[in-house]
């Protein structure tokens, strides 16, 4: 299944039986003119390199974006991995691997309280988020590059600055890490991640229908035909 929505409006467009690349260019090539489909100033999409390759030829005259929360879910994915990497050559005991383990979601903090300790569940002491990040990345300097990477590209992307997001990226030196892939993909994206930061469009309204879609086929146990699966989807998002 594959959504088409309005970027303006954020209303569906289109619900799709599937993902291949011949259905999606049927669809526009049947029901867009030729101008029409020229009129179209962006896309908004995710890192699909086979989508990329067809979306210039039915929209010739747009500026492709890629969404922001693909590129954050990419760096934070990196980063999980690593993570990982780091907990197996730690003490199960270790304060660092207390940290690393349970507290992983402050890793992924856009703002770590640097100010004001509170009791930290899991390391077991009462510390400031900043301090018991330090605890997790000083042991691993490989680790700590990924943090910080992520945090300067977080706060490029998020705060629309395209010139040090293109900075960030393009500087980076691989270092034998996951990250390294991260960046490389990034970089091959370069054009639409740097529109990412300078647009106010995402594909968040489509990221909250995909979630619906899939409460809804959990509740409904499954279906048993694809059109009253449709009929159900369009009830839903209409």
Not at 8 to 16: I, Q, Y
Not at 86 to 108: A, G, M, N
Request: aromatic share 10%; net charge positive; with cysteine.
């Amino acid at each position: 299944m594959e959504i088409l929505s309005n970027t303006k409006n954020s209303r569906p467009v289109k619900v799709l039986s599937d993902r291949l690349n011949r259905t999606i260019k049927q669809f526009f090539l049947s029901q867009y003119s030729t101008a029409e489909r020229a009129a179209v100033q962006r896309v908004i999409m995710d890192m699909n390199a086979s989508y990329q390759a067809f979306v210039h030829e039915l929209f010739p005259n747009a500026e492709l974006i890629i969404d922001r929360f693909h590129i954050i879910q990419l760096m934070g994915r990196t980063m999980g991995t690593i993570r990982t990497q780091c907990l197996k050559q730690l003490d199960k005991h270790s304060r660092e691997y207390k940290v690393l383990k349970s507290l992983w979601r402050l890793f992924h903090k856009a703002t770590p309280d640097a100010q004001k300790s509170r009791y930290l569940f899991g390391l077991n002491e009462y510390s400031t988020e900043q301090n018991a990040i330090d605890i997790g990345t000083d042991t691993f300097p490989a680790f700590k590059t990924a943090y910080e990477t992520y945090i300067d590209l977080h706060d490029a992307l998020m705060g629309r600055h395209a010139d040090e997001l293109k900075n960030i990226i393009t500087n980076y030196q691989p270092n034998g890490t996951p990250l390294d892939t991260a960046m490389h993909t990034l970089r091959k994206n370069l054009n639409g991640v740097i529109n990412a930061a300078k647009s106010s469009y995402s594909n968040g309204p489509i990221e909250g229908i995909n979630r619906k879609i899939k409460e809804l086929k959990r509740a409904c146990y499954g279906f048993s035909n694809q059109a009253n699966m449709f009929t159900r989807v369009y009830q839903l998002i209409a």
